[in-house]
Structures are given as structure tokens and as C-alpha cells.
């Protein structure tokens, strides 16, 4: 149980910066995501914090203690691997043992311990297997059993579902959280699927390029992305975004792309660009597009051509082509749209978003919350 | 079903020359070993010998100190042997787990040098090894093949441990190892096999010189079987029956061993390819 800590954290390769300040507080018991596409310095991130790899400045802290020059078998914390590294000569019995072994723990404790953690994660009849003859959620699990039997100050969790198909995967995080939250433990969960940073973490980082891009909470991150990039990489399908001017006309605030015009809400009024282009993107996530019935009065945004309808059981999404633009809505499965039909489009005035077009910050993180989220 | 025995066929036309070109020194040393004086003189020779004989294995001891020869090779094989292992376990895993400045050419000059042919630098060696007044010394031998010998050994050892997965040590070093341990606790053993063809390979490589121990021992006593076959099993005249019961001898111990590694071999070249 600890926490951990990152002083502007740094990794060069050469000329590579591969992580570049970064700082974050883990809190204790807290399971915090490091999400980003790959290449951008969560994996790195997470090795340093092992010992795997030595940070190129900054400090990394365990509790109060700067871990910087401990190697990584004193630092207390266990890692999940993304190919499970387990240890191909020796049965899972022994894998599972192995770091208590290597503690000199008394022989019965160890066999008691072991025998619990198969318990807790349903291996018992597998402890005399050797690795190669288990299927991959069985070794994810043992990983997990290796991990969880050294009651370590944290986890640290790099891609441990990616190897798995899409239902085990499901499963598998569901049991990851449950046994998160059970022991107690510091967790760090390094991935590059949004979808699993989003159910998964107490709070997520999202990193770009080797740096933080934005820390907060799944709800937060989705609702408040404080740049284009998080907009679009966090929440799926992603954000519609649009290039276009900020412009008043008679009074009335409004967004206008080569396509089509918005009026925006008085609060986004504050809103400044950097430069006085007056250049912005609007952005507007697809279950914010409402299909309406094209009549005055009912809040329609523009008229456009359905491109393309994809149905995904639950819901359906279609493509409509506003000029050179496609707009993409969330629409009910049993709207009866067929390619090629006009259709009028609304957006919730609520859950627009604007980011500056030069340099793709947010131009709402100043604003006061409720206006938004009303 | 044409076809196929015709491909057969033609296997074996093209195959069979090849076969009877190599087996046919064995077979002849084979047949020889087990005639008599007066047959191995016959004409025309008889590849079966009528009256087959193990005598010739029972004289070549008494004949040639055999049995001094046998020691020496063995000495040097396995102390050069020990020497490559020593060596080239800490250079494949550093080529396989580090990447360094001059990693590429270095593999490169190991391949390069794993060509040179020990006669073109014999003399220079010789000056070498006399200037240290360590020519007649069996130590030497072992140094100089183990020299030899070392490049097909790190290159080998580079692809086995590039084989184990990275992360199987790193798991083990979050586990609690140091690095060494979980060199020693896991790429080690874990390229069992590896080290086995290596060992062998290098024993084999000693076992069969014959340029330095011809070049840097004199005393009859320190010779190794190579040497000592050529040297005195055929001196004045060769006594083809003994000389190729001992060859025998000595061809038995290398078959064996590289009946032995000849799997494990082929797996280690590729081993470094495949990833």
C-alpha cells in the first residue's frame, strides 16, 4: 500500500525524448490508466517506475522514499507483462512461488500462499501445468497469481489484456478490477484502448508523444477534453471535429464552416483564440447529433446527405455528408434511414466543445462548469 | 504416383553419387581396420575382409602411445571447451540484451574472423606464442582454439539468447533478482540447448586440429592424437591397418557428439533469425 510519485519524469533514447516531465501523484489504493496510441511514452513511463529502464532526469518516488538508483527487485512492486512473461521452466506451482522464494520465506508459508492466490483466481487444477500447456487467459492469470502473492506496494500492469480476445478481454478487466479494489493495492495499468482506460480507472492519463496531454477522471477527460487530441482519441466512435471561424453577427455569437453555421452558446463568449484569426475547431460527439424532422423552430443545424448507416445492435451510427464534411450522428437502430436520403441535423448546445485551431487547447477550460454541463 | 516416383528417382541419381563419394574413405578405413597385414596389400582389394580381425585394435596401444595421445586431446579439448564457454556466455548475452555503439560491426568482425584460415597467421602466431616460451605447451592449444573457436561461439549463443523473451528476465529482476541472477536463472538455462551445441561444437573444433599442434608441440608425449596419428603411426611406412583402426577411434568420439548437437545446432542459427 503506498503511493506513488513522478517529478518531471524524463526518458531520452538519443535524441528521442520518449517521456518528457512527466509528473503525477498516484494516490494510495487509487488505480490510475496511462492511455495513449502507441509510441507515446506510457510503456516507457511504466518501465521506469519498475526500474526496468533509468529515468534521464526526474524522480520517482515509492511513498516519501526517491527509488531512482534501487534496483527493481527491492523496489516491492510487481508487473504484469503483456506476453505474460512467465517462466517457461518451471510449472506454474513455481512461478507463482518464485519471488517469495527468492525472499526466503519459510517453505509452508510459501505453499499456503501460493495455494490462496490459486484459490482467489480459480488456478488450483493448473498449479502442476508447465506455461506452454495453458491457453492465454489461464496464463494471464497465473501473471495475475505471480503479481497478487507478493502483496507488493503496487501493481504495474503494462497491456495485460491485449493478447486476449475481445470477450475474455471483458471478463478479464472485470476481474482485474475486482481484484484491484479487493487487495487494496496501488495499481499503474498501462493501455492503448480508451475503452479499458474508460471502465477501468479511478483516473486516467492520456499521453501523447511523451507527454501528459491531459490527468483526470474517465467522466472528465470525456466530458472536459482540454485539447483536440484528447477529443478525439478518448470516447468511441471519436468526436466530430470542425475547422471553422468564430464570428458574431447581429449580436449572436456563431461558428461557421465552409458547410454550415452554429449558433453558440452566450458562454462561450469568453472564449479567446490565440491569435486574432479568429480560427477554432468545433467539436460535437456523435450522440450529440440528433437526425430531426426538418422544420423550423426545431433547433436544425444544417441539412445534409446520409453517406453511410453502420447498425451496432444497440445503436446505429450514420454518416451524413454536409458539403465537404461528414458529420457523424447516433441515431435510434430503428430509424429507417437509407443512403442517399436529406436529412436535417440538430447539435445539443450543451456538449459543444472548441478547441483553438493553431494550437488545439481547449478554449472552455476556463469556463465556468455549469454553463456546460447543463 | 508417376510423378512421384519419379522425382524419386530422381533424388536418388542425383543424391547417390554424392553419398558414395563421401562414405567411401569411411567405409575403406572401416574395412582396412579389420584386415590383416597381408590383406591390406591384396590385389585386387576386397572390400569385406575374409578373415575380419579386432587385432589391429589391440596392437595400435602398444604400437603408438596411444593412450598419452588420447589424454592430450582430451585435455585440450575440454580445457578449450571451458574456455569458450567462459567466454562467449558473457559476450552472447551482452550482443544479445545491449544495444551499443559498434554492436553491428562487431557481429560483422566475429563473422569475418570466424573465415580466416589459421595458416595464414601461423608464423605470426608462432613468433607470439615463442616470444611468451610457450611453445611444447598444451596450454597453448587450448588458448589458440579456444581463440578459434570463440567467434562461431558468440555468434551461435547471440541467437540462442536472443531467443528467450526480454521480459521473462525482466520479470524476474521485478521478482527480486539482480540482473546476473536472472541471466543465471533464466536466459541460462533456458538456452539449454544452445549451450549444449556450443560446447560440443568447440570440443569437436579442439578434438580435430591438427595445423597448431603440429606447429607448437614437439615432445612425444605431449602430442595429440592428430599429430600423433600422422607422426608416428606413419612414419617410416604406414601401416594402413593400424592407422585406420586408430582414425576409427577417433572418428567415433566426433560422430557421437555431433549425432548429439547436429539438432540443436541448426535450431541456434536460427534461432537468431527468427525474431
Known amino acids: ?374 | 504416383m508417376r510423378t512421384s516416383w519419379l522425382k524419386y528417382l530422381g533424388i536418388i541419381v542425383v543424391l547417390l553419387p554424392m553419398v558414395v563419394m563421401s562414405l567411401f574413405p569411411l567405409i575403406v578405413m572401416i574395412s582396412t581396420s579389420l584386415k590383416s597385414p597381408a590383406e591390406v596389400y591384396q590385389w585386387p582389394p576386397v572390400f569385406i575382409p575374409r578373415e575380419p580381425t579386432l587385432q589391429n585394435y589391440s596392437d595400435i596401444w602398444t604400437v603408438a602411445n596411444l593412450a598419452a595421445y588420447f589424454r592430450n586431446s582430451l585435455f585440450v579439448a575440454l580445457g578449450a571447451t571451458a574456455l569458450v564457454m567462459l567466454l562467449a556466455v558473457p559476450a552472447g548475452y551482452a550482443l544479445a540484451r545491449f544495444r551499443f555503439r559498434g554492436r553491428g560491426f562487431y557481429m560483422l568482425f566475429l563473422l569475418v574472423m570466424q573465415m580466416f584460415p589459421g595458416i595464414v597467421i601461423i608464423l605470426a602466431l608462432y613468433r607470439v606464442v615463442a616470444a611468451f616460451q610457450m611453445t611444447d605447451n598444451l596450454v597453448t592449444l587450448i588458448i589458440l582454439n579456444a581463440a578459434f573457436g570463440l567467434s562461431f561461439a558468440v555468434w551461435l549463443l547471440t541467437g540462442y539468447f536472443s531467443s528467450v523473451p526480454a521480459e521473462v528476465e525482466e520479470a524476474a529482476m521485478v521478482d527480486g533478482n539482480s540482473r546476473l541472477g536472472a541471466m543465471l536463472r533464466m536466459t541460462v538455462p533456458l538456452s539449454a540447448p544452445g549451450l549444449v551445441a556450443v560446447g560440443i561444437f568447440s570440443f569437436i573444433g579442439a578434438w580435430n586440429e591438427f595445423l597448431f599442434a603440429l606447429t607448437f608441440i614437439r615432445s612425444q608425449d605431449k602430442l595429440v592424437l592428430t599429430v600423433g596419428l600422422w607422426k608416428y603411426i606413419a612414419r617410416f611406412q604406414v601401416e594402413w591397418n593400424y592407422l585406420e583402426a586408430s582414425s576409427f577411434l577417433v572418428t567415433v568420439v566426433v560422430v557421437v557428439l555431433f549425432m548429439l548437437v547436429q539438432k540443436n545446432l541448426t535450431r541456434g542459427l536460427i534461432a537468431g533469425a527468427e525474431r
Not at chain 1, 502507441?38 to 526526474?58: N, Y
Not at chain 1, 515509492?62 to 521452466?89: C, E, S, T, W
Not at chain 1, 495453458?134 to 501493481?155: D, K, N, T, W
Open chain 1, 1 to 374: 500500500m503506498s503511493t506513488v510519485t513522478c517529478r518531471d519524469l524524463t526518458k531520452r533514447f538519443g535524441d528521442v525524448v520518449a517521456v518528457n516531465k512527466l509528473n503525477l501523484v498516484v494516490q494510495d489504493r487509487e488505480f490510475v490508466v496511462l492511455v495513449g496510441p502507441s509510441g507515446c511514452g506510457k510503456t516507457t513511463a511504466l518501465r521506469m517506475i519498475a526500474g526496468l529502464e533509468t529515468a534521464s532526469e526526474g524522480e520517482i518516488l515509492l511513498d516519501d522514499q526517491v527509488v531512482n538508483k534501487v534496483p527493481p527487485g527491492r523496489r516491492d512492486i510487481a508487473m504484469v507483462f503483456q506476453n505474460y512473461a512467465l517462466y517457461p521452466h518451471m510449472r506454474v506451482y513455481d512461478n507463482i512461488a518464485y519471488a517469495l522464494r527468492l525472499r526466503h520465506t519459510p517453505k509452508h508459508e510459501i505453499d499456503q500462499r501460493v495455494h490462496a492466490t490459486a484459490k482467489m483466481l480459480e488456478i488450483e487444477s493448473l498449479l502442476n501445468r508447465w506455461p506452454k500447456q495453458l491457453s492465454g487467459g489461464q496464463r494471464q492469470r497465473v501473471a495475475l497469481g505471480r503479481a497478487v502473492i507478493r502483496q507488493p506496494r503496487a501493481f504495474l500492469m503494462d497491456e495485460p489484456l491485449s493478447n486476449l480476445d475481445a470477450q475474455l478481454r471483458v471478463a478479464m478487466r472485470r476481474e482485474i478490477i475486482h481484484l484491484q479494489r479487493n487487495l487494496g493495492i496501488t495499481t499503474i495499468y498501462v493501455t492503448h484502448d480508451q475503452v479499458e482506460a474508460m471502465t477501468m480507472g479511478d483516473r486516467i492519463v492520456v499521453m501523447r508523444d511523451g507527454l501528459v496531454q491531459q490527468v483526470g477522471t474517465p467522466s472528465e477527460v470525456y466530458r472536459r477534453p482540454r485539447n483536440n487530441f484528447v477529443a478525439r482519441f478518448i470516447g468511441s466512435p471519436a468526436m466530430n471535429l470542425f475547422a471553422g471561424k468564430l464570428m458574431t453577427e447581429a449580436g449572436e455569437l456563431q461558428f461557421r464552416s465552409a458547410s454550415f453555421r452554429v449558433m453558440l452558446p452566450d458562454a462561450f463568449r469568453a472564449a479567446r483564440t490565440s491569435g486574432d484569426s479568429g480560427d477554432v475547431q468545433l467539436g460535437i460527439r456523435p450522440e450529440d447529433v440528433a437526425v430531426v424532422e426538418d422544420r423550423p423552430g426545431n433547433g436544425t443545424v444544417t441539412r445534409g446527405v446520409v453517406d453511410l448507416v453502420e447498425h451496432l445492435g444497440s445503436d446505429a451510427y450514420a454518416s451524413v455528408k454536409v458539403g465537404n464534411e461528414i458529420i457523424l450522428a447516433r441515431v435510434s437502430p430503428d430509424i429507417q434511414l437509407h443512403d442517399g436520403q436529406t436529412v436535417a441535423l440538430s447539435f445539443n448546445q450543451s456538449k459543444l466543445h472548441l478547441f483553438d485551431a493553431a494550437t488545439g487547447e481547449s478554449l472552455l477550460t476556463n469556463l465556468p462548469v455549469v454553463t456546460l454541463q447543463s
